[in-house]
Nanobody
């Protein structure tokens, strides 16, 4: 089956940057989209960013637009999330996911294990 393995989480000061990586294995993803979600303690899971595997078109959540950048390297089966200008409210567990458009809704079939990002004041 498909496996998504994340790396790059850690502790960073407010205003700093972090980079997350998500490596996919098991199959080709040309017809998939890749996305990042995050979840802070006591809060709902929040959409962060999405990118199409083949074309590279991107969509960002309102809370991160202009600060975070999603990208992918198809040859390496890897999707990245660059987190810039970090704020304490960005503290969360970040999950990568692979999904498909089913009807008018994206369905995410595979999920990474999560990476903790902590932003200190």
């Amino acid at each position: 089956q498909v496996q998504l393995v994340e790396s790059g989480g850690g502790l960073v000061q407010a205003g700093g940057s972090l980079g997350l990586s998500c490596v996919a294995s098991g199959r080709a993803f040309s017809n998939y989209v890749m996305a990042w979600f995050r979840q802070a303690p006591g809060k709902e899971r929040e959409f962060v960013a999405r990118i199409t595997w083949s074309g590279g078109s991107t969509v960002y959540g309102n809370s991160v637009r202009g600060r975070f950048t999603i990208s992918r390297d198809a040859a390496k089966n890897t999707v990245y999330l660059q987190l810039n200008s970090l704020k304490p409210e960005d503290t969360a567990v970040y999950y990568c996911a692979a999904g498909r458009l089913v009807g008018l809704q994206y369905t995410y079939d595979y999920w990474g294990q999560g990476a903790q990002v902590t932003v200190s004041s």
